[in-house]
């Protein structure tokens, strides 16, 4: 059965800083490529960072330089390292796992940027 856990959401202020964390279960994740996607509200869900399965990373414009995509695939999980928040941040975040047609999501978790 495949699993995608989010966590590490919650609430920061302008400026700050989360680590979210992905941890995937029932493939083997070494051989996907991850992704996480943001959903603001009322906002389609958007592509922000992608990392491959050599490790080739790629960034929305939007969080370009203040977030970074990693992965351990000895832990099977993907971090997502958020600096210098932005109100415009708020919104849920989802893991995503990729091979060809095949993808799977995680439930999200909620990041809220706010003083």
């Known amino acids: 059965q495949v699993q995608l856990v989010e966590s590490g959401g919650g609430l920061v202020q302008p400026g700050g800083s989360l680590r979210l964390s992905c941890a995937a279960s029932g493939f083997t994740f070494s051989n996907y490529d991850m992704s996480w996607y943001y959903q603001a509200p009322g906002k389609e869900r958007e592509l922000i960072a992608r990392?491959?399965?050599?490790?080739?990373?790629n960034y929305a414009d939007s969080v370009k330089g203040r977030f970074t995509i990693s992965r351990d695939n000895a832990k099977n999980t993907v971090y997502l390292q958020m600096n210098s928040l932005k109100p415009e941040d708020t919104a849920v975040y989802y893991c995503?796992?990729?091979?060809?047609?095949?993808?799977?999501w995680g439930q999200g978790t909620q990041v809220t940027v706010s003083s």
């Open positions: 995503n796992a990729q091979r060809g047609l095949w993808n799977s």
């Open positions: 990392i491959r399965v050599g490790g080739r990373t």
